[in-house]
Structures are given as C-alpha cells and as structure tokens.
C-alpha cells in the first residue's frame, strides 16, 4: 500500500477516510490500519472517520478523533457493537496470577472471576463481564461496595484508561472473597 489514497494529504479527508474503511476488511487490516493511523494519522483524516461513521448511524463523541487508531477505524465501520454482542454469551472464567498482590487465584466454577478474591483489584480486560473483549489491560482499583439485594456490588476505576465498573463480589465458591477486604473497603479503606 505504498500510494494508497488514505496516506495523501494533498487528497480530500472525507475520501481518504471511505479508501481507509473499504481497505479494513478483517481484523489483521484493522490492526494493521489502525497501527498506520495512530503513527501518521493527521487530524482532519481522524475526523473525516467520525463523521463517516456518524453518517452511517454510529454513535461517537467528539473524543473519537483521538482515539487509538484500530478503536476509531473499528468504530467507524459500526464494528465494535457488533463483536461485543458476539462475545456477551461467552463468559470466560480462568484461573491466574494477580498482577496487584502477586497470589494464584482458582478460577471461580460457577461465575466469571473477574477480580482477585484475596485484594479484591480486578485488570479492565472486559466490557460486559467475562467477555475479555476490552484492549485497555490497565489495573482496575475497587473504591467503592453496595448491597444490592443479596449481592454485593464492588465499583472499580481503571488506573490507565479511567473507565468504572461494577463487578459482582464473589462469595459462593471454594475461594470466595476476601471477607475483610470487602469490610475494610465497605468503610473506604483499600488494603
Ligand atoms: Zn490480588
Ligand atoms: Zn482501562
């Protein structure tokens, strides 16, 4: 793609932007595109793609144009919605290491363990519980509990991206959450 359209500013944006979106038919162009925009994408090429996919009916705020470039291409073409409604159904529960405290956790059995039962931290690698279908990986800090009926809720931040969430505290398995972590966060103390 030594002359491809996309990568001449003399061009007009709006037609960069189409040339882009019909060269990102699967997942390795979307990378490989997406990798090309975020080290020479220009700004009015940025732009073009938000209101590309605004006028196909995607819904994207003004931050859009400086987003990574695979998020922005991917959502300009109306795909992001699209895979995660492909991988809601599938909940992933695996055991690992806590990237915070450094302890082997089991996977949960019945549930999709999201975070550590032992520091209660969590990594943002889902959108929708269990799907690992976020890029971000950032450490996800809990800073808040509720009681919700007969659930307890953990609200989280995300240390790299900032985005919150609320995960579902895990108490019916053989590794359940920390009890004490859950009251000592309960009266705002993170341990
Ligand atoms: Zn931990
Ligand atoms: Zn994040």
Redesign the pocket.
């Known amino acids: 793609m030594s002359d491809a359209i996309w990568q001449d500013p003399s061009q007009p944006a709006p037609e960069r932007a189409a040339a882009l979106q019909a060269a990102a038919r699967g997942p390795k162009d979307l990378k490989r595109l997406g990798k090309w925009l975020d080290d020479h994408g220009d700004a009015a090429l940025r732009a073009a793609l938000v209101a590309r996919g605004r006028a196909a009916g995607v819904e994207l705020d003004d931050d859009a144009v400086g987003w990574p470039g695979k998020r922005l291409l991917r959502r300009s073409l109306g795909r992001e919605t699209e895979a995660r409604e492909r991988h809601n159904p599938i909940r992933m529960d695996e055991a690992f290491t806590?990237v915070?405290?450094g302890?082997s956790v089991p996977a949960a059995g019945r549930t999709a363990r999201d975070h550590?039962p032992?520091?209660l931290?969590s990594l943002h690698v889902d959108n929708v519980p269990g799907d690992r279908a976020a890029d971000c990986g950032g450490r996800m800090d809990p800073f808040e509990v509720e009681v919700r009926g007969h659930e307890i809720a953990i609200h989280y931040q995300c240390t790299r991206c900032r985005a919150e969430k609320w995960n579902r505290a895990v108490t019916d398995t053989d590794v359940p959450d920390d009890w004490e972590a859950l009251v000592r966060l309960s009266s705002g103390v993170l341990g």
Request: glycine fraction near 0%; include cysteine.
């Open positions: 806590c915070a405290c302890r550590c032992y520091c931290r």
